[in-house]
């Protein structure tokens, strides 16, 4: 069985102010000691391919991807499942799924060699084509690899919604993008719901070196069937739920009713070491001066083969007090995650508005996400920043439009804009 620890910590300043409703709490989450998953323990891998063969990846693109596929299944431990869709306006199997044993892999790898790309994109027939292999393992950890070049047929936007509800909870799916023909929201609409990530790869020989990228993390997760639950007590509502670190998700939507006052939220699988942090906003019925209330408990809980287990728990609390010097502190934690927040929201507004013609709205919305990356510390995201403007004065975020920008740079910076950085060590 697996043997797993867990550690969780809050972050939050308790003391409210009279009348005041809403809570806010950092919870951070780190997994320590996470055993390796062993035919043992009874918990398989399943990793999926799926492939975009349309007419616009053939050439260079179609080669690349054919290259890194084949790459990619013969790194493949052969304790691990894995199966190939490929798609265009329809979706194949190309290789169900298989154990990678030395001569599935060499089929598979023969069946890769024949693949030609054609017709038109419809990514919700490839993800139905997925689910299908998915639901052949529903005990095991179960990831995917979405690559497209281009943009998804339009008539597809609602199947694709409902795809994407069917596969919600069966698996998670890394999307890439290829060149700079695709958009950014359908593919992050994708891994959002199911909890991947979105990234670009703006040169087809790079197809390699991600997907193998891709493919260690995939393995590195050796638990999964992990939700987030809250309870609140009664008369409150939580706001808002997000994940905040490394990236910014929103599971505020997601939540599972499981009795009254207790919901959860879904986190996806977790491997060895690996640290994230959620930020909760709930509003609770204000106490009088001097009132403590439990305004939440969080519980991180695991299912294993059947039975549910808490593997750990905080506490969020509210105390209200006349003391302004208590009430007006803001956590540093808090601050600094709503600031990337506001950071991520301000780059996209910002790029969007530059994408419309609205050079005014779009130099102050850049303007101040290079302000915000500053403040934060976030180096990335202010690299990304200045191969789109020109940065005269960071700590007042006075930027000027460059007049040229590659299209690879500004799709980088959207892709990446919900990266986030934690709280620099000298200001916690």
């Known amino acids: ?92 199997v190309l290789v169900p799924v298989v154990l990678a044993t030395p001569q599935n892999k060499e089929r598979a790898i023969s069946l890769i060699r024949t693949i030609d790309a054609n017709g038109t994109t419809v990514i919700s027939n490839w993800l139905i084509q997925a689910l299908a292999q998915f639901k052949k393992m529903p005990n095991a950890i179960r990831q995917a690899l979405l690559l497209t070049d281009g943009q998804n047929d339009r008539n597809d936007d609602r199947p694709l919604l409902a795809a994407l509800e069917r596969c919600e909870g069966i698996f998670q799916c890394d999307c890439r993008g290829v060149g700079t023909d695709w958009k950014v929201g359908q593919l992050q609409q994708i891994s959002s719901k199911l909890l991947g990530t979105t990234d670009i790869i703006s040169d087809a020989t790079g197809i390699e070196a991600d997907f193998q990228e891709i493919l260690g993390k995939a393995l590195s997760k050796n638990i999964s069937d992990v939700n987030l639950r809250l309870w609140t007590p009664q008369g409150a509502r939580t706001l808002f739920c997000k994940q905040v670190s490394p990236d910014i998700v929103d599971l505020t939507a997601r939540a599972k009713s499981i009795k009254p006052q207790v919901v959860d939220y879904p986190t996806g699988s977790w491997s060895k070491d690996e640290s994230r942090d959620y930020h909760f906003c709930i509003e609770v019925q204000p106490g009088n001066m001097g009132d403590e209330m439990l305004a939440g408990r969080a519980s991180l809980m695991c299912t294993l083969n059947g039975v549910e287990t808490k593997i750990t728990e905080a506490k969020i609390l509210a105390v209200w007090t006349d003391d302004e010097a208590k009430s007006a502190k803001i956590d540093r934690r808090v601050a600094h995650y709503t600031g990337q927040a506001d950071l991520a929201q301000s780059i996209q507004e910002g790029l969007e508005a530059q994408a419309q013609g609205n050079l005014e709205v779009a130099t102050a919305k850049l303007g101040k996400a290079v302000q915000l990356a500053h403040q934060s510390g976030n180096e990335a995201t202010a690299k990304l920043l200045r191969k ?23 799709m980088t910076l959207e892709t990446r804009s919900t990266k986030t950085t934690r709280i620099p060590k000298s200001a916690q």
């Open 1 to 92: 069985m697996t043997t797993t620890q867990f550690k969780a910590e809050v972050f939050q300043n308790q003391f409210l102010p009279q009348g005041s409703r809403e809570v806010h709490a950092i919870m951070t989450i780190a997994a320590e000691g996470v055993a390796e998953v062993s035919a043992a323990s009874g918990r398989d891998r399943l990793f999926g391919i799926i492939c975009d063969i349309s007419g616009s990846m053939q050439g260079e693109k179609i080669g690349a991807a054919k290259q890194a596929i084949i790459k990619l299944i013969q790194l493949i431990p052969e304790d691990t499942h894995f199966f190939v869709v490929t798609g265009d306006n329809t979706a194949k």
């Open 388 to 410: 789109v403007v020109e940065v005269e004065d960071a700590v007042t975020g006075t930027v000027r439009l460059k007049r040229e920008v590659a299209k690879e740079d500004a």
